[in-house]
């Protein structure tokens, strides 16, 4: 499964140590009056977007990458995603989708639904490990009638003439798994059809990525 620490990484990549170095040596090259007036901007949207629930952390990189005035038009947005971002400015950087194993539940695609949840090969996926390889899971339709699930997962040792679709940020949506790398059948039902309609779309991708 993809690791949080990976998102983790990101983040840190994007920390915002030398933001205010930058904002400092930009205001000094502008006119004093100017300089003022493109503050007072910059923090009115920072603050509308901090307080709307955006991370800190992006919005200064925002305010950082693109052009005040496109800027000021994202803070006027609605946010769409309800992150926790409350602690990422005491934390100096993004924790919002920090995993914690403890509480931590894999999602089914509604919250009343219990369809089982399926596994990859534990031992399969050692083995291909253990040899150096990297193991690709493609979502197989099951045609054997006795079992109980439409589908299977099978592993794929990874060679030049693969060709697959890898999913990220998985565990920020509900689709990591702390403790097996299974997923509830009807998430890999919904993966199965958007990685069929991509396919269709590019005529490429034939397995999923999504443990790797
Ligand atoms: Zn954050
Ligand atoms: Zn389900």
Request: include cysteine; glycine fraction near 4%.
């Amino acid at each position: 499964m993809l690791l949080p620490e990976a998102h983790r990484e990101i983040s840190r990549n994007n920390a915002p140590a030398s933001y205010a170095r930058d904002f400092a040596s930009g205001a000094e090259a502008l006119d004093v009056l100017s300089a003022s007036t493109t503050r007072l901007r910059l923090r009115r949207s920072i603050e509308q977007m901090t307080s709307a629930g955006w991370c800190y952390h992006q919005v200064l990189f925002l305010a950082r990458s693109i052009e005040l005035k496109a800027f000021e038009q994202l803070a006027s947005l609605p946010k769409i995603r309800e992150d926790d971002h409350s602690s990422c400015r005491r934390n100096g950087l993004c924790v919002a989708h920090n995993v914690n194993n403890e509480t931590y539940r894999t999602r089914h695609c509604t919250t009343d639904c219990d369809r089982e949840i399926l596994s990859v090969p534990q031992e399969e996926l050692t083995t291909i490990i253990g040899a150096g390889h990297i193991p690709l899971v493609s979502i197989d339709r099951n045609d054997e009638k006795q079992k109980d699930s439409p589908f299977e997962l099978k592993l794929h040792r990874r060679d030049e003439n693969s060709s697959y679709t890898a999913v990220s940020h998985v565990w920020a949506d509900g689709l990591g798994n702390p403790h097996d790398n299974a997923l509830p059948t009807c998430q890999l039902q919904k993966l199965s059809i958007i990685l069929r309609h991509l396919e269709m779309s590019s005529k490429k991708g034939c397995c999923t990525a999504i443990s790797v």
